[in-house]
């Protein structure tokens, strides 16, 4: 089974950046299709970043494109969520999930989930 783990969640200023990392026990996340997922209290899932197989596809949702940005690292087991100038707004637990096969954009049936980690923007 593919264990998921997300990190670098936490309290941050508003305005300021923070960057999230999602690590699957895998031999390369390269070979995998991943998407970052965020869910607040009382609110539906949400799509907010898309990154394909091989990096051929990135897609955003239109609330955070230009503000955050999705990428893979040196590390072939590590991929990243960097999130800019952010508001209350992004105050919500954030999920990294990865399958082995390329989705459609917003598609939410992938086969390995983290258990999530939080972002609140408060002062």
């Known amino acids: 089974q593919v264990q998921v783990t997300e990190s670098g969640g936490g309290l941050v200023q508003p305005g300021r950046s923070l960057t999230l990392s999602c690590t699957a026990s895998v031999l390369t996340l390269a070979s995998y299709a991943a998407s970052w997922f965020r869910q607040a209290p009382g609110k539906e899932r949400e799509a907010v970043a898309y ?20 990428f893979r690292g040196p590390a072939k087991t590590t ?3 960097q999130m ?25 049936n992938y ?6 980690t939080q972002v609140t923007v408060s002062s």
Do not use: P
């Open 51 to 70: 990154i394909s197989v091989s990096v051929y596809v990135i897609d955003y949702a239109d609330s955070v494109k230009g503000q955050f940005s999705v």
């Open 79 to 81: 991929m990243y969520l």
């Open 84 to 108: 800019n100038n952010l508001t209350a707004e992004e105050t919500t637990m954030y999920y990294c999930a990865i399958d082995h096969w390329n989705r459609k954009w917003k598609q939410g």
């Open 111 to 116: 086969s390995y989930w983290g258990q999530g």
